[in-house]
Protein backbone atom coordinates (compact mmCIF):
# COMPACT_ATOMS: atom_id res chain seq x y z
CA UNK A 1 0.00 0.00 0.00
CA UNK A 2 1.31 3.62 -0.84
CA UNK A 3 1.90 6.94 1.22
CA UNK A 4 -1.36 7.83 -0.56
CA UNK A 5 -3.82 4.69 0.02
CA UNK A 6 -2.97 4.83 3.98
CA UNK A 7 -3.62 8.34 3.84
CA UNK A 8 -6.73 8.02 1.43
CA UNK A 9 -7.32 5.36 4.30
CA UNK A 10 -6.83 6.85 7.24
CA UNK A 11 -8.96 9.86 5.37
CA UNK A 12 -12.20 6.83 5.61
CA UNK A 13 -12.01 6.46 8.91
CA UNK A 14 -12.11 9.33 10.73
CA UNK A 15 -15.21 10.83 9.48
CA UNK A 16 -16.27 7.15 11.08
CA UNK A 17 -14.80 7.51 14.51
CA UNK A 18 -16.09 11.05 14.72
CA UNK A 19 -19.76 10.25 13.32
CA UNK A 20 -19.83 7.61 16.05
CA UNK A 21 -21.37 10.00 19.05
CA UNK A 22 -23.51 11.74 16.08
CA UNK A 23 -24.69 8.00 15.21
CA UNK A 24 -25.41 7.39 18.74
CA UNK A 25 -27.28 10.65 19.44
CA UNK A 26 -29.81 9.82 16.94
CA UNK A 27 -30.13 6.37 17.72
CA UNK A 28 -31.16 7.39 21.68
CA UNK A 29 -31.54 10.92 21.90
CA UNK A 30 -32.88 11.10 25.34
CA UNK A 31 -29.54 8.95 26.89
CA UNK A 32 -27.32 11.98 27.80
CA UNK A 33 -30.68 13.93 29.91
CA UNK A 34 -31.61 10.72 31.21
CA UNK A 35 -28.46 10.04 32.29
CA UNK A 36 -28.08 12.82 33.85
CA UNK A 37 -31.32 13.08 35.96
CA UNK A 38 -30.66 9.63 36.23
CA UNK A 39 -27.44 9.85 38.46
CA UNK A 40 -29.19 13.30 40.27
CA UNK A 41 -31.77 11.43 41.18
CA UNK A 42 -29.94 8.44 42.66
CA UNK A 43 -27.31 10.31 44.31
CA UNK A 44 -29.86 12.37 46.52
CA UNK A 45 -32.99 9.93 47.06
CA UNK A 46 -29.86 7.15 48.29
CA UNK A 47 -29.05 9.99 50.88
CA UNK A 48 -32.51 9.95 51.38
CA UNK A 49 -32.97 6.56 52.07
CA UNK A 50 -30.09 6.11 54.21
CA UNK A 51 -30.70 9.63 56.49
CA UNK A 52 -34.06 8.95 56.88
CA UNK A 53 -34.70 6.01 58.75
CA UNK A 54 -37.89 6.76 60.51
CA UNK A 55 -41.21 5.99 59.87
CA UNK A 56 -43.25 8.95 57.68
CA UNK A 57 -46.16 10.58 59.97
CA UNK A 58 -48.25 10.05 56.92
CA UNK A 59 -49.63 6.98 58.09
CA UNK A 60 -46.71 4.83 56.81
CA UNK A 61 -47.01 2.26 59.55
CA UNK A 62 -49.90 1.60 57.78
CA UNK A 63 -48.62 1.18 54.37
CA UNK A 64 -45.14 -0.70 55.73
CA UNK A 65 -47.74 -3.28 56.67
CA UNK A 66 -49.77 -3.72 53.00
CA UNK A 67 -46.05 -4.14 51.64
CA UNK A 68 -45.34 -6.82 53.74
CA UNK A 69 -48.33 -8.50 53.31
CA UNK A 70 -48.64 -7.94 49.52
CA UNK A 71 -45.04 -9.19 49.10
CA UNK A 72 -46.50 -12.39 50.26
CA UNK A 73 -49.24 -12.24 47.92
CA UNK A 74 -51.92 -12.11 50.87
CA UNK A 75 -55.18 -10.12 50.70
CA UNK A 76 -55.24 -7.54 53.78
CA UNK A 77 -58.26 -7.93 55.75
CA UNK A 78 -60.05 -4.79 57.68
CA UNK A 79 -60.65 -7.19 60.88
CA UNK A 80 -56.55 -8.37 60.85
CA UNK A 81 -54.22 -6.79 63.34
CA UNK A 82 -50.69 -5.57 61.54
CA UNK A 83 -48.14 -8.34 61.49
CA UNK A 84 -45.38 -8.62 63.18
CA UNK A 85 -42.92 -8.53 60.93
CA UNK A 86 -44.54 -4.52 60.30
CA UNK A 87 -44.78 -3.67 64.04
CA UNK A 88 -40.71 -4.86 64.21
CA UNK A 89 -39.75 -2.39 61.47
CA UNK A 90 -42.38 0.40 63.12
CA UNK A 91 -40.60 -0.13 66.71
CA UNK A 92 -37.54 -0.53 65.92
CA UNK A 93 -37.05 2.43 63.51
CA UNK A 94 -39.50 4.81 65.32
CA UNK A 95 -40.54 8.25 64.18
CA UNK A 96 -40.36 11.89 64.35
CA UNK A 97 -43.94 12.29 64.95
CA UNK A 98 -45.37 11.49 68.30
CA UNK A 99 -46.40 8.54 68.03
CA UNK A 100 -46.46 6.13 71.12
CA UNK A 101 -45.01 3.22 69.65
CA UNK A 102 -43.18 0.88 72.33
CA UNK A 103 -39.44 0.38 72.01
CA UNK A 104 -38.11 -1.66 69.65
CA UNK A 105 -37.50 -5.41 70.73
CA UNK A 106 -34.88 -8.32 69.99
CA UNK A 107 -37.00 -11.28 71.29
CA UNK A 108 -40.71 -11.76 71.93
CA UNK A 109 -44.17 -10.47 70.53
CA UNK A 110 -45.70 -7.09 70.17
CA UNK A 111 -48.68 -6.38 71.25
CA UNK A 112 -50.89 -5.02 68.00
CA UNK A 113 -52.94 -3.16 71.33
CA UNK A 114 -49.90 -0.97 72.47
CA UNK A 115 -49.56 0.95 68.97
CA UNK A 116 -51.41 3.46 67.00
CA UNK A 117 -55.07 2.29 66.46
CA UNK A 118 -54.83 -0.25 68.24
CA UNK A 119 -52.65 -1.66 65.68
CA UNK A 120 -55.20 -1.74 62.88
CA UNK A 121 -54.34 -1.12 59.37
CA UNK A 122 -56.34 1.77 58.87
CA UNK A 123 -55.22 1.26 54.97
CA UNK A 124 -56.45 -2.18 54.24
CA UNK A 125 -58.53 -0.65 51.60
CA UNK A 126 -56.21 0.89 49.46
CA UNK A 127 -55.48 -0.80 46.14
CA UNK A 128 -52.61 -3.50 46.26
CA UNK A 129 -51.33 -2.86 42.88
CA UNK A 130 -47.89 -0.56 44.32
CA UNK A 131 -47.39 -2.31 47.10
CA UNK A 132 -47.37 -5.89 44.91
CA UNK A 133 -45.15 -4.33 42.39
CA UNK A 134 -43.24 -2.33 44.83
CA UNK A 135 -43.13 -5.38 47.88
CA UNK A 136 -42.42 -8.36 45.75
CA UNK A 137 -39.33 -7.16 44.05
CA UNK A 138 -38.05 -5.58 47.49
CA UNK A 139 -38.37 -9.09 49.25
CA UNK A 140 -36.03 -10.94 46.32
CA UNK A 141 -33.85 -8.28 46.36
CA UNK A 142 -33.32 -9.00 50.11
CA UNK A 143 -33.11 -12.11 49.96
CA UNK A 144 -28.79 -12.15 49.63
CA UNK A 145 -27.99 -10.03 52.44
CA UNK A 146 -31.38 -10.11 54.42
CA UNK A 147 -31.49 -6.52 55.12
CA UNK A 148 -34.63 -4.50 56.11
CA UNK A 149 -37.95 -4.87 53.28
CA UNK A 150 -38.60 -1.29 53.85
CA UNK A 151 -35.29 -0.22 52.98
CA UNK A 152 -35.66 -1.72 49.73
CA UNK A 153 -38.50 -0.58 49.14
CA UNK A 154 -37.73 2.94 49.98
CA UNK A 155 -35.04 2.40 47.21
CA UNK A 156 -37.21 0.98 44.62
CA UNK A 157 -38.70 4.48 44.97
CA UNK A 158 -35.89 5.85 42.72
CA UNK A 159 -37.34 3.57 39.86
CA UNK A 160 -40.73 4.76 40.02
CA UNK A 161 -39.35 8.49 39.93
CA UNK A 162 -36.75 7.27 36.76
CA UNK A 163 -39.76 5.91 34.46
CA UNK A 164 -41.53 8.65 34.98
CA UNK A 165 -38.68 11.10 34.46
CA UNK A 166 -38.52 9.37 31.56
CA UNK A 167 -42.37 9.60 30.02
CA UNK A 168 -41.61 13.34 30.91
CA UNK A 169 -38.83 14.23 28.87
CA UNK A 170 -41.01 12.18 26.33
CA UNK A 171 -43.79 14.24 26.87
CA UNK A 172 -41.92 17.28 26.58
CA UNK A 173 -41.04 16.95 23.33
CA UNK A 174 -44.17 17.84 22.12
CA UNK A 175 -43.72 21.41 22.81
CA UNK A 176 -40.43 21.76 21.71
CA UNK A 177 -39.28 22.49 25.38
CA UNK A 178 -35.22 22.52 24.95
CA UNK A 179 -33.25 20.63 27.37
CA UNK A 180 -31.20 22.44 29.97
CA UNK A 181 -34.94 24.18 30.88
CA UNK A 182 -36.36 21.14 30.69
CA UNK A 183 -33.30 19.29 33.07
CA UNK A 184 -33.48 22.26 35.76
CA UNK A 185 -37.56 22.08 35.84
CA UNK A 186 -37.45 17.78 36.57
CA UNK A 187 -34.46 18.92 39.07
CA UNK A 188 -36.61 20.90 40.62
CA UNK A 189 -39.89 18.96 41.47
CA UNK A 190 -37.69 15.48 42.01
CA UNK A 191 -36.46 17.77 44.90
CA UNK A 192 -38.95 19.37 46.15
CA UNK A 193 -40.11 18.49 49.84
CA UNK A 194 -43.35 17.00 48.73
CA UNK A 195 -42.15 14.18 45.26
CA UNK A 196 -39.07 13.80 47.86
CA UNK A 197 -40.98 12.17 50.81
CA UNK A 198 -43.44 10.05 49.01
CA UNK A 199 -40.62 8.68 46.25
CA UNK A 200 -38.07 7.64 49.27
CA UNK A 201 -41.51 6.23 52.02
CA UNK A 202 -43.36 3.42 51.58
CA UNK A 203 -46.37 5.10 50.55
CA UNK A 204 -48.65 4.37 47.11
CA UNK A 205 -48.48 8.47 46.34
CA UNK A 206 -45.10 7.09 45.15
CA UNK A 207 -46.32 6.35 42.03
CA UNK A 208 -48.30 9.48 41.69
CA UNK A 209 -45.37 10.60 39.54
CA UNK A 210 -45.11 7.96 36.57
CA UNK A 211 -48.78 7.74 36.88
CA UNK A 212 -49.77 11.44 36.00
CA UNK A 213 -46.40 11.20 33.36
CA UNK A 214 -48.16 8.15 31.90
CA UNK A 215 -51.27 9.45 31.14
CA UNK A 216 -50.41 13.01 30.12
CA UNK A 217 -48.03 11.36 27.80
CA UNK A 218 -50.63 9.24 26.24
CA UNK A 219 -53.09 12.24 25.47
CA UNK A 220 -50.25 14.31 24.00
CA UNK A 221 -49.54 11.34 21.80
CA UNK A 222 -52.70 10.96 20.93
CA UNK A 223 -53.51 14.28 19.66
CA UNK A 224 -50.16 14.25 17.52
CA UNK A 225 -51.86 11.06 15.84
CA UNK A 226 -49.17 9.34 17.59
CA UNK A 227 -50.44 6.61 19.17
CA UNK A 228 -54.97 5.11 19.19
CA UNK A 229 -57.30 6.02 21.67
CA UNK A 230 -57.33 3.50 23.45
CA UNK A 231 -53.66 3.76 24.84
CA UNK A 232 -55.03 7.30 26.38
CA UNK A 233 -58.13 5.20 28.00
CA UNK A 234 -55.11 2.43 29.04
CA UNK A 235 -53.16 5.20 30.72
CA UNK A 236 -56.18 6.16 32.90
CA UNK A 237 -56.69 3.38 34.26
CA UNK A 238 -53.21 2.49 34.72
CA UNK A 239 -53.06 6.07 36.35
CA UNK A 240 -56.21 5.82 38.78
CA UNK A 241 -55.79 1.77 39.56
CA UNK A 242 -52.76 2.80 41.78
CA UNK A 243 -54.53 5.65 44.16
CA UNK A 244 -57.87 7.40 44.05
CA UNK A 245 -55.64 10.39 44.45
CA UNK A 246 -53.93 10.11 40.70
CA UNK A 247 -57.02 10.79 38.96
CA UNK A 248 -55.74 14.54 39.66
CA UNK A 249 -53.28 13.74 36.50
CA UNK A 250 -56.53 12.55 34.20
CA UNK A 251 -58.10 15.71 35.30
CA UNK A 252 -55.52 17.54 34.48
CA UNK A 253 -55.93 16.30 30.56
CA UNK A 254 -59.57 16.74 30.64
CA UNK A 255 -58.68 20.49 31.43
CA UNK A 256 -56.00 20.20 28.53
CA UNK A 257 -58.45 19.00 25.98
CA UNK A 258 -61.15 21.25 27.05
CA UNK A 259 -58.97 24.19 26.68
CA UNK A 260 -57.78 22.79 22.95
CA UNK A 261 -61.54 21.75 22.15
CA UNK A 262 -62.67 25.66 22.94
CA UNK A 263 -59.52 26.53 20.30
CA UNK A 264 -60.50 24.34 17.78
CA UNK A 265 -64.13 25.46 17.82
CA UNK A 266 -63.14 29.28 17.57
CA UNK A 267 -61.17 27.57 14.41
CA UNK A 268 -58.10 28.57 15.50
CA UNK A 269 -56.32 25.67 14.17
CA UNK A 270 -52.48 26.43 14.80
CA UNK A 271 -50.09 24.34 16.59
CA UNK A 272 -51.77 21.19 15.96
CA UNK A 273 -55.29 21.34 16.86
CA UNK A 274 -57.61 18.86 16.61
CA UNK A 275 -60.99 19.09 16.19
CA UNK A 276 -63.17 19.84 18.95
CA UNK A 277 -65.38 17.25 19.10
CA UNK A 278 -62.66 14.46 19.06
CA UNK A 279 -61.39 16.37 22.34
CA UNK A 280 -64.84 15.42 23.84
CA UNK A 281 -64.51 11.83 23.04
CA UNK A 282 -61.10 11.43 24.07
CA UNK A 283 -61.69 13.37 27.36
CA UNK A 284 -65.09 10.69 27.73
CA UNK A 285 -62.83 7.81 27.53
CA UNK A 286 -59.79 8.95 29.85
CA UNK A 287 -62.67 9.70 32.68
CA UNK A 288 -64.68 6.84 31.79
CA UNK A 289 -61.25 4.87 32.33
CA UNK A 290 -59.95 6.61 35.64
CA UNK A 291 -63.63 6.12 36.81
CA UNK A 292 -63.89 2.52 36.15
CA UNK A 293 -60.14 1.95 37.60
CA UNK A 294 -61.61 3.67 40.91
CA UNK A 295 -64.86 2.18 41.53
CA UNK A 296 -63.69 -1.22 40.34
CA UNK A 297 -61.76 -1.96 42.93
CA UNK A 298 -63.97 -0.60 45.68
CA UNK A 299 -66.03 -3.48 44.30
CA UNK A 300 -64.10 -6.32 44.49
CA UNK A 301 -62.70 -4.95 47.97
CA UNK A 302 -66.04 -5.44 49.26
CA UNK A 303 -66.20 -8.69 47.75
CA UNK A 304 -63.36 -10.43 49.02
CA UNK A 305 -63.18 -8.13 52.57
CA UNK A 306 -64.54 -9.24 55.61
CA UNK A 307 -68.23 -7.98 56.65
CA UNK A 308 -67.63 -6.10 59.61
CA UNK A 309 -68.53 -3.17 61.78
CA UNK A 310 -65.81 -0.56 61.31
CA UNK A 311 -67.92 2.35 62.54
CA UNK A 312 -66.14 2.71 65.70
CA UNK A 313 -62.13 1.82 64.64
CA UNK A 314 -59.97 4.87 66.21
CA UNK A 315 -59.42 5.46 62.25
CA UNK A 316 -62.86 6.34 61.41
CA UNK A 317 -64.07 7.99 64.18
CA UNK A 318 -60.90 10.41 64.51
CA UNK A 319 -62.30 11.96 60.50
CA UNK A 320 -65.95 11.33 60.96
CA UNK A 321 -67.83 13.99 60.60
CA UNK A 322 -71.68 14.80 59.87
CA UNK A 323 -71.66 17.23 57.15
CA UNK A 324 -69.79 19.66 55.10
CA UNK A 325 -69.22 23.47 55.77
CA UNK A 326 -68.19 25.94 53.16
CA UNK A 327 -65.04 26.36 54.98
CA UNK A 328 -64.13 22.70 54.12
CA UNK A 329 -65.39 22.83 50.58
CA UNK A 330 -63.72 25.90 49.46
CA UNK A 331 -61.41 27.21 52.32
CA UNK A 332 -57.77 28.24 51.70
CA UNK A 333 -56.90 24.87 52.50
CA UNK A 334 -59.25 23.03 50.05
CA UNK A 335 -58.68 25.46 47.23
CA UNK A 336 -55.02 26.42 47.53
CA UNK A 337 -53.77 23.62 49.42
CA UNK A 338 -51.94 22.05 46.49
CA UNK A 339 -51.57 24.93 44.68
CA UNK A 340 -48.37 24.92 43.63
CA UNK A 341 -47.72 20.57 44.82
CA UNK A 342 -44.01 21.40 45.43
CA UNK A 343 -44.37 22.41 49.17
CA UNK A 344 -45.00 19.55 51.51
CA UNK A 345 -43.77 17.89 54.76
CA UNK A 346 -40.28 18.56 55.82
CA UNK A 347 -38.65 16.57 58.24
CA UNK A 348 -36.50 17.81 61.29
CA UNK A 349 -33.15 16.72 59.49
CA UNK A 350 -34.06 18.99 56.28
CA UNK A 351 -35.08 21.69 58.58
CA UNK A 352 -32.13 24.08 58.16
CA UNK A 353 -32.55 27.60 56.91
CA UNK A 354 -30.68 26.71 53.18
CA UNK A 355 -33.11 24.51 52.49
CA UNK A 356 -36.20 26.41 54.13
CA UNK A 357 -35.11 29.19 51.77
CA UNK A 358 -34.79 27.38 48.51
CA UNK A 359 -38.05 25.64 48.79
CA UNK A 360 -39.98 28.76 49.61
CA UNK A 361 -38.24 30.40 45.94
CA UNK A 362 -39.38 27.31 44.47
CA UNK A 363 -43.16 27.45 45.34
CA UNK A 364 -43.07 31.61 44.49
CA UNK A 365 -40.55 30.63 41.24
CA UNK A 366 -43.32 27.63 40.51
CA UNK A 367 -46.76 29.40 41.07
CA UNK A 368 -45.49 32.36 39.17
CA UNK A 369 -44.24 30.75 36.32
CA UNK A 370 -47.27 28.88 35.96
CA UNK A 371 -49.93 31.39 36.53
CA UNK A 372 -47.83 33.70 33.84
CA UNK A 373 -47.27 30.98 31.46
CA UNK A 374 -51.38 30.24 31.52
CA UNK A 375 -52.35 34.04 31.34
CA UNK A 376 -49.82 35.07 28.93
CA UNK A 377 -51.26 34.06 25.17
CA UNK A 378 -54.75 32.46 24.14
CA UNK A 379 -55.64 28.95 24.87
CA UNK A 380 -54.55 28.20 21.18
CA UNK A 381 -51.16 27.87 22.67
CA UNK A 382 -49.99 24.29 23.67
CA UNK A 383 -47.88 25.29 26.89
CA UNK A 384 -50.69 28.15 27.87
CA UNK A 385 -53.16 25.11 27.79
CA UNK A 386 -51.26 22.78 29.95
CA UNK A 387 -50.40 25.74 32.23
CA UNK A 388 -54.00 26.83 32.29
CA UNK A 389 -55.31 23.29 32.78
CA UNK A 390 -52.78 22.43 35.78
CA UNK A 391 -53.82 25.69 37.77
CA UNK A 392 -57.33 24.80 37.04
CA UNK A 393 -56.98 20.92 38.37
CA UNK A 394 -54.72 21.89 41.22
CA UNK A 395 -57.67 24.00 42.22
CA UNK A 396 -60.79 22.33 41.03
CA UNK A 397 -59.75 19.15 42.42
CA UNK A 398 -59.26 18.74 45.72
CA UNK A 399 -62.64 20.11 46.25
CA UNK A 400 -64.10 17.15 44.44
CA UNK A 401 -61.58 14.87 46.50
CA UNK A 402 -63.36 15.93 49.83
CA UNK A 403 -67.23 15.51 48.27
CA UNK A 404 -65.85 12.38 46.92
CA UNK A 405 -64.48 10.84 50.20
CA UNK A 406 -67.54 12.78 52.06
CA UNK A 407 -70.24 10.66 50.07
CA UNK A 408 -68.06 7.37 50.04
CA UNK A 409 -67.22 7.42 53.61
CA UNK A 410 -68.88 10.22 55.58
CA UNK A 411 -65.28 11.48 56.45
CA UNK A 412 -63.45 14.51 56.19
CA UNK A 413 -59.43 14.56 55.35
CA UNK A 414 -57.30 17.87 54.29
CA UNK A 415 -56.54 17.15 50.79
CA UNK A 416 -52.45 18.02 50.90
CA UNK A 417 -49.66 18.31 48.23
CA UNK A 418 -48.85 15.07 48.19
CA UNK A 419 -52.13 14.02 47.11
CA UNK A 420 -51.30 16.37 43.70
CA UNK A 421 -47.95 14.54 42.51
CA UNK A 422 -49.90 13.27 39.34
CA UNK A 423 -49.94 17.22 38.57
CA UNK A 424 -45.67 17.08 38.76
CA UNK A 425 -44.74 16.10 35.29
CA UNK A 426 -46.97 18.74 33.86
CA UNK A 427 -45.86 21.74 36.23
CA UNK A 428 -42.12 20.63 35.08
CA UNK A 429 -42.98 20.84 31.56
CA UNK A 430 -44.63 23.96 32.31
CA UNK A 431 -42.30 25.53 34.37
CA UNK A 432 -39.50 24.86 31.64
CA UNK A 433 -40.78 26.09 28.83
CA UNK A 434 -42.32 29.30 30.75
CA UNK A 435 -38.06 29.91 30.74
CA UNK A 436 -38.11 31.41 27.54
CA UNK A 437 -34.73 33.90 28.20
CA UNK A 438 -31.36 33.25 29.51
CA UNK A 439 -32.80 35.44 32.48
CA UNK A 440 -35.44 33.02 32.90
CA UNK A 441 -33.11 30.13 32.39
CA UNK A 442 -30.48 31.26 35.23
CA UNK A 443 -33.18 32.51 37.71
CA UNK A 444 -34.72 28.65 37.55
CA UNK A 445 -31.14 27.14 37.93
CA UNK A 446 -30.53 28.88 40.58
CA UNK A 447 -33.55 27.81 42.17
CA UNK A 448 -33.11 24.03 41.56
CA UNK A 449 -29.79 23.44 41.83
CA UNK A 450 -29.76 25.55 45.28
CA UNK A 451 -33.04 23.25 46.22
CA UNK A 452 -31.33 20.47 44.94
CA UNK A 453 -27.82 21.09 46.79
CA UNK A 454 -29.84 22.43 49.98
CA UNK A 455 -31.10 19.08 50.22
CA UNK A 456 -28.40 17.20 49.71
CA UNK A 457 -26.06 18.90 52.18
CA UNK A 458 -28.85 18.30 54.75
CA UNK A 459 -29.17 14.55 53.91
CA UNK A 460 -24.61 14.32 54.40
Known amino acids: MTLTDERTAEAGERPRAQSLPARLSRRFPRAGTMLIIGVLILILNGLHVHAYTVISPFDENFHIDQLIRSS????????EPTTQESLDEVAC???????????????????????????????????PYYYIATGVTARMLRAPDGKSIVTWGRALGSLWLLIGVYFVVRAAEYFAVRRLPLLLGVILVVASPSLLHATNTINSDGSGFVCGAAVLLAGLSWERRRAPLWVLGVAAVFCASFDSANALGVVVVLFYFLARAVASHRQKLADGVRPW?????????AAAGAAMAVLSWRVVYQFLS????????????????????????????????????????VPPILATTAHSLFTQAALILVGGLLIAAAVRTTLADRVSALAAATVAALIITPVMFVIYIYVGSSQYFPIGPRNALTALPAVAIAVAAGARNRFGIALLGIVAVGLYLSTAVALL
Open 306 to 345: HDVDLSQSPSVVGHRVDHLDLKMLFGKQTLFGVFPPVFGY
Open 93 to 127: RGTDDVAPWPPCKKEGRYKPEEFSYKGWNGASSAP
Open 277 to 285: REYLVAGLV
Open 72 to 79: RFEFVQPD
